[in-house]
Each structure stands twice: as structure tokens, then as C-alpha cells.
Nanobody
Framework: QVQLVESGGGPVQPGGSLRLSCAAS????????VGWFRQAPGKEREGITC????????FYRTSVKGRFTISIDSAKNTLDLEMKDLNDDDTAVYYC????????????????????WGQGTQVTVGL
């Protein structure tokens, strides 16, 4: 049984930084395409980044490119998201998501492309 658990969310000032982490059981991040999504109030869940360690590829949504960095810690089996220069538009619940495929879906893909989800962690910019 695959379980994903996020941590690291919280309040942050505009321009600040935050690091999210996702721990997995029953699943190896190294083996599949995995990513991060977010959902702001009243908006659809959107994919912001995907990484495939096997393919050596990473993809970012335009709005976070250059500010967010996705990575995998193989020793700890965690999926991490380093976020810098945060602004109000980054306020959302952030979810780690995992697939059963080796390559990232085109353009990161929609939520239906990912089979496993964490419970989400709230990031609030401005409080």
C-alpha cells in the first residue's frame, strides 16, 4: 500500500522561502515520475512540477520556474520542493503526487495522470 505524507508547510512572508518534503512508504520516488500540485481556494488543482529520476528530466509550470526546485533524496526516499521568492499567488494547499509511469506526463499532466496522493500541506504567503 502506497502512502505519501507531506510536511513543511506554514505561513511565510512575501519574498520568503519554504521547503516542503514528502515521505513515501510502499513506493520509491527514484523509480517513477513524481511531482507536486497545488490548489488555491476556489481554483482547480494544478500541476507545478514533475521529476523523473530514471529519465533525468524535470518540468516546471511557468509561474514557478526559476523560483521552485524539485528534488529527490534517494537515501531518505523523500520528494522535496524548495520554494523561494514566494508571493500571494503561491498560497495554496500543496500535494505531492506519484505515478506508475517512468516519464512525466506531457506538460506535467493533470491530476488524473497521478495515482497516489498525499493529504496536502497548507502554504500561506502574507500572514
Amino acid at each position: 500500500q502506497v502512502q505519501l505524507v507531506e510536511s513543511g508547510g506554514g505561513p511565510v512572508q512575501p519574498g520568503g522561502s519554504l521547503r516542503l518534503s514528502c515521505a513515501a512508504s510502499g513506493y520509491r520516488f527514484d523509480d517513477y515520475a513524481v511531482g507536486w500540485f497545488r490548489q488555491a481556494p476556489g481554483k482547480e488543482r494544478e500541476g507545478i512540477t514533475c521529476i523523473s529520476r530514471r529519465e533525468g528530466t524535470t518540468f516546471y509550470r511557468t509561474s514557478v520556474k526559476g523560483r521552485f526546485t524539485i528534488s529527490i533524496d534517494s537515501a531518505k526516499n523523500t520528494l522535496d520542493l524548495e520554494m523561494k521568492d514566494l508571493n500571494d499567488d503561491d498560497t495554496a494547499v500543496y500535494y505531492c503526487a506519484a505515478t506508475e509511469r517512468r516519464t512525466c506526463p506531457p506538460f506535467i499532466g493533470g491530476p488524473q495522470k497521478y495515482q497516489y496522493w498525499g493529504q496536502g500541506t497548507q502554504v500561506t504567503v502574507g500572514l
